[in-house]
């Protein structure tokens, strides 16, 4: 545990006792229940420890099944249907609500189409929520719990590819029943972290996909990177080559990865538009995440590295941030910044004030403003994207624009980053537009799990009982309708072994969220943090924010009498939560656990 002010060779120390056992002790964790015989659960799930969360029990042993690898359907075998309607995802990488009104396909998406005001990811944390996105699952029952494998370790991958491809996730995803119904489908961008070429072998194409173009991890820095493409069956690498120093802007851009991702996505939509069957396209643009080297591509490149054309001195002088002037995005866009974190420590169920676990980074107001302006710019490649969709895809194509997660630029001590269930971070955009999708805002609280259900929905799938997530397919049509009152948030803590693209912005601090819960409504937050940095033992403490006392998470009232009705009432709602986590991997959902939602 850690107070406020301990100095930061404490912190290095307990982190590396935790390495030092390779994160996890095997011993305690066993005793606690916390790991199953099909792989690890979120170490959120343990042992109530204070009683006022109810403790779920695992079984022990054996090792993670192989995932269930669907028949491949024989070409011509693709079963006759009458015609669904078309889909294009678009899923951008830490695109945080600061940024929306910076882009104009958005703009006209909110015009034409659905906006959900109330939209959730379960972990603001990239691989962890591309995985929940892909099964309509929570993290604990995916298995993806964090970004990279973090192995070796006792226990198994704990995130990353190696941890979907472990559990079954392949077979769980939603575009393997898409495909299975007539649907082409395609993926274009970024997948899940660690899903690289290893010593120059192509990783497996996973089930479900027709077209498969994804741009591997080196497309962060913008250039210089390798894509695939199936072949005759066979998958291909394919080198985009980083034009040099002295080549125009112009040949720049054209090799920027949000320039590649663009065109392979139109690529795919002219090629199936008006076709004989149905299809599904993911488009999954790297902007506006940071590079993860020390160097950019380009001497001079900024840390989120836009298109030339975007950069301050090109068609703009302040550079294109789209609807906004440049200038004009500072720091009281960043909701929050600057707020006295003294106020925030967590406290312990009896009221006493526990140990605050934020270090306590100040991100000044020049970082944050380059970064948020840089962001901005970023976003335009995408949006250049949006608006070529949109004006390509026929009247039965569903457009959908959503983030994998939020990002904070200075707010709650943490610097640059993501991972909390703070607003900034788990609060998303979720745009929808096509046929009988009425404009308008809709109230209901959603999250991103509810994206398989809802696509399998308008293919006339029923989703299997281990869904997770409610089509909001019903919502198209119906602006007012609102069924749902809660959402849910889940992180597992776990310092990084591996090559974690978030670690070079984030200064660490990643590594430092613990484990927590949380329940989120549409006015309150209501967390549960493990202060406790080990999987063996619980140090439970809480956060309780009332939205109706300020925009954001300015100060902890857990302990304020006038809350306590409002404590008692999320914290029956988190219990009950956790009391469902046992259901894992593709056992099906009580519906007293589908209900909590509402």
Known sequence: MRARGTNPALVAAVLLAVLAVAGFAVAGLRESGAVRGDGPVTGVSEGAGDGSV??????????????????PMPVGTRPVLRRPPNIVLVLMDDFSLDLVDTMRSAEAMRRRGATYDQAYVVDSLCCVSRSSLLT?????????????????????????????????NEARSFPVRLQQRGYRTGFVGKFLNQ??????????????????????????????????????GRLEGEWHAQPPAWASDAEKDAAYAGTVTGDLALDFIRTHEGGDAPYFLEVAPYAPHSRTTAAGAYPGDPLFPPAFRDRPGGRKVR???????CDRLGVDRLTGYGDDQADNA???????????????????????????????RMVQSIDRTVQRILRTVGPNTYVVLTSDNGFHLGQYGLGRGKGTPYDADVHVPLLVTGPDVAPGSRAEMVANIDLAPTFEDLAG??????????????????PGLDRRRFTFVEHTFAPSLGADPDRPYSGGTLDLIPSYVAVRSRDALLVRLDLDLSWEGTDYAWELYDYRDASYERTNSYADPAKRGLVQRLTRRLQAYVACQDAVRDQGLPASCRGLTR
């Open 54 to 71: 109810g403790a779920v029990d695992g079984a022990v042993g054996g090792e993670a099944a192989a995932p269930a690898k669907p028949a």
């Open 136 to 168: 309509g699952q929570y993290p604990h029952q995916t298995g993806v719990l964090t970004n990279t494998a973090n192995t070796p370790n006792p226990y198994g991958p704990i995130g990353g590819w190696e941890a979907f491809a472990a559990y079954g």
């Open 195 to 232: 899903y690289e070429a290893t010593n120059g072998v192509l990783p497996p194409v996973p089930p479900g996909w027709d077209q498969w173009n994804v741009l591997f991890g080196q497309a962060y820095s913008g250039w210089g990177f390798r894509s695939t493409r199936v072949v005759d």
């Open 319 to 325: 550079g294109d941030c789209g609807r906004v002037r």
């Open 346 to 376: 967590p406290r312990y169920a009896d009221g006493r004030v526990a140990p605050d676990w934020r270090p306590d980074v100040e991100l000044s107001v020049a970082d944050a403003e380059s970064g948020l302006r840089n962001r901005a």
């Open 461 to 478: 799938l029923q989703s299997p009982a281990y869904r997770a997530g409610t089509s909001l397919v019903p919502t198209f049509a119906d």
